[in-house]
Each structure stands twice: as structure tokens, then as C-alpha cells.
């Protein structure tokens, strides 16, 4: 829905704004005819709130982004802290194709032009740099703080309009703000492996007279694998016999941010709206395709709601629509996605999937490993365990070797922006990534539930290929730290 206002209204999620950037002479150019593309938003979902998105000429190379953003909670303590992802999306005045926005930026940690604005808490900005980096900003306290909600008004960005052919200061354009809540999982080592009996599970091998001791990471070099004293192995779903899952590949010691919650309904119909309508429509799961009368019609996620699809084939529009009255299950992520479309929307973010390490890695963290346990998140990430098992299945990357996929394929690039799949991650056909966590038995079309797969170190499923949309199948994303996350501002 296209709507002009006086001001840039504030939705849940993203804000939309539209501007000129123009100049006169040698002076920066000011923002004219500013107007919104506003979306309905579900109030439900725990989503961060961007609002009042304005831009404006920095120089004949740049531009200023500004937005407002709200979210909870926010934390930092000695170990770890919470984290907004912001990116942007933009495209000119009267064209299809929305570009995702490339940063610019003179340092990871609190670089030049960036700046926190107004907020009730000191926060630091950090914008991950390299081949894959540049596409959207971490927002994080500056200081040791207890939960609470953060509130920011006027935060800066710049954009290097080198990274949207066909924008120029010059060229009137429509810019989006998106945010997801991330959780640092700082570095160090853990164990995989609980010394219990759990399916598929991993173990330090010995002599071949036990298979039950865990086998502890310390490091993010590569970890040998196969049947001898001191490898990795497991009960099932083995990597390769005298081989190793190499440095490349994530293994959980390195520190990375992983997604507060599960995406969110609203989040994904802010990502079909974006697209072509061709690749928005085989993102779209509409059931059923005839529908009886009476019956849902939408991409409906028993319990929790549902993505209606309105307009014509040239021009969806998709909006959430929260279906609980009594509010429970808000937070707990849209479901129904097959890889294809989970994996699609972690490239257009600029976030990656997570391997089955890095998995294990939040759930436990540094704790001492329990037989058979079934924990919350060590971090406090809401996952699939003690009393969580509305949210979605973990769709990790596997480090079995199986027909068609090995570790050593994954070198955990970050997309790019566009639904393009990087070449080293798991493809549409699902090859390479399995499942963790778990709890529902036959959930919505789903097979893999049971109260085992809850267990921290199930591996029951972690290289089962399956391509499909089911009722437990969502994602939750993740994104490789910069080494700067672990610091404090300069004189803290």
C-alpha cells in the first residue's frame, strides 16, 4: 500500500521512505516530497522497529541514511550481548527492482559518519568489512547493562551509492530499513557430545570400546576426523574416516551472532514484497492451492498466522496477520518454509545459515556437558528446548559426509543481499543441510519430531535432505562476528 504523509510513519520491522537526493551547486542536496510505502505490521512479532527512514547527499560518492530504532531486550554483560542487524534495501523512483544497499565504512568499529543518535543507551555501531561484508550494520550497547528496551532516534549509516547502478545524489529513490535481534556467541571452547547415548551423537573416539565421551573444540582449527585415538567421530551421520572438517567450515569455537529469535512472519512478508513478482510467487506458500470454501488460502501457520497475498500478479503485496487473540505464540517464527525459501531470505539479509557445530555450540556453550541433557540456550536464544517447542526446527548445515555434500564444501560466505545462494552453501535441493532440535511427533507434516530430538546432541537428523515445506520447518540465521564485537568503545 502506497501512501503519502506529512511524516514517515513507524512500522513494526521496517520503515520505507522515499526522497531526492539533488544538489545545488557545491551545497548537499535536501530530501523533497518525502512519502512512505507503509506495510501492516503484526504488533505481535518481536521484531526490531525502524521508523522515520529519511537520506540525504553526504557527497558526490555517499549518501546519509538516518532511521529511528526500537527493540527488546538488549543486554550486555562479561560474556555476551544482544545486537540489531540493520540493512537497507532502495530503488529508483518508477523502477521494479529493489538493490539492497553497500555500506561504506573506514573501520569496523564506530566508523566515520555513522552515529547512534539520540538513544537511552551508549551503543556502538560495527559494520562487518570484506568480500562479503559492507551489507548492513550490528547496533549493540557500549557498556555492561542489564535487559531493558532500547530506544534511538536519528541513527546515521552511509551509503556508497557506488554499490546501486543507476543511483546517482541526483536520482529520486524509495530506501527501506530492516532489523533482526542477533545474540553474540563469543568464542572459546565447548563440547560436542553430552557422554550420553543420543542418536547419531558425537563422540571423542579411543579404541573402539566406547562411544559415548565428548570431544572437546579448542580451538577453530580443523578437527581431525574418523575411527582413532583422539578424532571426532559419531553414532551416525559421520563425517569422512581419516579426514577432517576443516578450519573453513564453522565449528562453534569462533564467535558468530545468531538470531535472537526464529524469523518472524512479518519479517518474511516484508521479503516477498521486495521481489520480482516471479521469484516473490515461488517463495509463496498459498494453501491450500484450491482451496475449499471457508478454508485458509494463504501461507497459514497453524497457531500463530498467516501471510495474505493481495494485488495482481505485476504487484503483490504481502502482509502478516497475527491470528492468537490471547497473544501466545507470537515470538516463536513463521513456519512452512522450505529450504529454498529460508535460505533465499539469509542471502537477501546478508546473513548465512549455521553449521550443526556452531549449533551445539549456543545451546551448551561453556557449561559441562550432562548425559542425554536437554537445555535451554546457555545465551538465552529462545530455541527448541525446556518448554520451547512452539519455535521451528534449527536447519543447520551438516558436517556429515554424505552423497553430494561434504564439510569441506561450506566456507560460510554471507549473501550478498539477493536471493542468489552463495556457490559453497547447501543449494535448493537441500544437500548438505540437516535439522537440530526438535519436539512435536508428525507436526504439520512433519516426521521428525519426538522428545529425542530436543536432546542438545541429537543428531538424528542432521544430514537428512529434505527439499519440502513442512509445518515444524523455518530458519534462523546467523552471521560470522568481527573480531571489533568483542571490544569496548575506545575509553571504556
Request: net charge neutral; with cysteine.
Amino acid at each position: 500500500m502506497k501512501k503519502s504523509m506529512e511524516t514517515l510513519g513507524r512500522i513494526a520491522g521496517v520503515a520505507m521512505g522515499a526522497a531526492f537526493l539533488t544538489a545545488a551547486g557545491t551545497a548537499l542536496g535536501q530530501i523533497q516530497d518525502a512519502s512512505v510505502i507503509e506495510f501492516v505490521n503484526d504488533p505481535a512479532s518481536r521484531d526490531v522497529v525502524c521508523s522515520n527512514v529519511r537520506v540525504a547527499p553526504r557527497d558526490d560518492k555517499t549518501a546519509t541514511i538516518t532511521v529511528d530504532l526500537a527493540w527488546s531486550p538488549s543486554w550486555r554483560n562479561s560474556e555476551n550481548h544482544d545486537a540489531a542487524w540493520i540493512f537497507f534495501k532502495v530503488r529508483a523512483a518508477g523502477a521494479m527492482e529493489w538493490q539492497h544497499v553497500r555500506l561504506a565504512a573506514d573501520r569496523v568499529l564506530n566508523p566515520s559518519g555513522y552515529g547512534a543518535g539520540q538513544s537511552n543507551r551508549k551503543m556502538d555501531i560495527l559494520v562487518p568489512a570484506g568480500a562479503d561484508g559492507f551489507t548492513g550494520m550490528f547496533i549493540r550497547r557500549a557498556t555492561q547493562g542489564s535487559k531493558c528496551s532500547v530506544e534511538m532516534k536519528g541513527v546515521t549509516a552511509v551509503w556508497d551509492l557506488a554499490g546501486t547502478p543507476g543511483i546517482t545524489r541526483d536520482t529520486k529513490v524509495q530506501v527501506g530499513a530492516f532489523g533482526l535481534i542477533m545474540v553474540y556467541v563469543p568464542d572459546g571452547p565447548f563440547c560436542l557430545g553430552s557422554g550420553g547415548t543420543e542418536s547419531f551423537g558425537f563422540y571423542r573416539y579411543t579404541d573402539g570400546k566406547q562411544d559415548t565421551m565428548p570431544y572437546k573444540v579448542t580451538n577453530s582449527a580443523a578437527i581431525p576426523t574418523g575411527k582413532q585415538d583422539g578424532r571426532l567421530w559419531a553414532r551416525g551421520a559421520e563425517p569422512r574416516d581419516g579426514g577432517d572438517i576443516p578450519a573453513t567450515f564453522p565449528n562453534g569455537y569462533a564467535a558468530f551472532y545468531c538470531a535472537y529469535n526464529p524469523l518472524s512472519g512479518s519479517q518474511y512478508s516484508h521479503f516477498l514484497s521486495l521481489l520480482p513478482p516471479e521469484v516473490s510467487d515461488a517463495r509463496y506458500h498459498q494453501t491450500p492451492e484450491t482451496p475449499a470454501p471457508g478454508t485458509k488460502t494463504g501461507h497459514y501457520m497453524p497457531w500463530t498466522g498467516e501471510i495474505f497475498r493481495t494485488g495482481t500478479t505485476s504487484n503483490y503485496t504481502y502482509r502478516f496477520v497475527h491470528v492468537r487473540p490471547d497473544g501466545r505464540m507470537k515470538h516463536t517464527g513463521i513456519r512452512w518454509l522450505s529450504w529454498a525459501d529460508a535460505a533465499a531470505y539469509m542471502a537477501w539479509a546478508g546473513l548465512r545459515p549455521m553449521t550443526e557445530l556452531e549449533y551445539e555450540k549456543a545451546m551448551r556453550g561453556p557449561r559441562r556437558p550432562v548425559q542425554d541433557e536437554v537445555h535451554n540456550s546457555y545465551y538465552e536464544i529462545p530455541t527448541r528446548g525446556v518448554g520451547q517447542s512452539g519455535r521451528p526446527r534449527e536447519r543447520t548445515v551438516s558436517a556429515a559426509t554424505i552423497e553430494g555434500w561434504s564439510p569441506d564444501k561450506f566456507l560460510a560466505t554471507h549473501g550478498l543481499g539477493n536471493v542468489t545462494l552463495p556457490a559453497d552453501w547447501p543449494q535448493a535441493d537441500a544437500v548438505g543441510i540437516g535439522f537440530r532440535g526438535g519436539y512435536f511427533n508428525g507436526y504439520d507434516g512433519d516426521s521428525l519430531g519426538g522428545m529425542e530430538f530436543s536432546r542438545t546432541s541429537n543428531r538424528k537428523a542432521a544430514a537428512f535432505v529434505d527439499p519440502e515445506r513442512r509445518g515444524g520447518y523455518g530458519i534462523r540465521a546467523v552471521r560470522t562476528a568481527p573480531a571489533e564485537a568483542a571490544q569496548y568503545s575506545a575509553g571504556e
